[in-house]
C-alpha cells in the first residue's frame, strides 16, 4: 500500500485544517488506518485509528474531542479533520495503515505501511 498523505499547513490556535490521506495498491478496504504524529524533539504519538469494519475509531487523550477519523472506501481516502488546533498540535503527522490487533493500536509498530509525512504547524 502506498500512501500520500495532504493538507498540512500553517493554522491559528483555535483554528482547524483536515487532512487527506489516499491509499493506492492493496485493497484498501482490507486494513485500518489511522494518524500518528511526530513534534520536534518528541517521539511519534498515536493521534487516532478507524478499523475497516466496524468504522471503530480511537483516539488518543489529547485530541479526542476535536479530532475525528473518517474514510471513504470509494476513494481510497482517510481523512482527519482536526479542529480547535492548539499549538501543543504542531507535528508531522503521517497517515498509516495496518492490521493491529486490538492491545496494539497505540503502537506503531503495529502499522505496516507509512506515508510521507505532512507538516501540520499551529501559531499561538
Known amino acids: 500500500v502506498q500512501l500520500q498523505a495532504s493538507g498540512g499547513g500553517l493554522v491559528q490556535d483555535g483554528g482547524s485544517l483536515r487532512l487527506s490521506c489516499a491509499a493506492s495498491g492493496r485493497t484498501f478496504n482490507n486494513y485500518d488506518m489511522g494518524w500518528f504524529r511526530q513534534a520536534p524533539g518528541k517521539e511519534r504519538e498515536f493521534v487516532g485509528t478507524l478499523s475497516k469494519r466496524r468504522g471503530r475509531t480511537y483516539y488518543s487523550d489529547s485530541v479526542k474531542g476535536r479530532f475525528v477519523i473518517s474514510r471513504d472506501n470509494d476513494k481510497s481516502t482517510v481523512y482527519l479533520q482536526m479542529n480547535n488546533l492548539k499549538p501543543e498540535d504542531t507535528a508531522v503527522y503521517y497517515c498509516?495503515?495496518?492490521?493491529?490487533?486490538?492491545?496494539?493500536?497505540?503502537?506503531?509498530?503495529?502499522?505496516?505501511?507509512w506515508g510521507q509525512g505532512t507538516l501540520v504547524t499551529v501559531s499561538s
Open positions: 498509516v495503515s495496518g492490521n493491529p490487533i486490538l492491545s496494539e493500536i497505540y503502537s506503531a509498530r503495529a502499522y505496516t505501511y
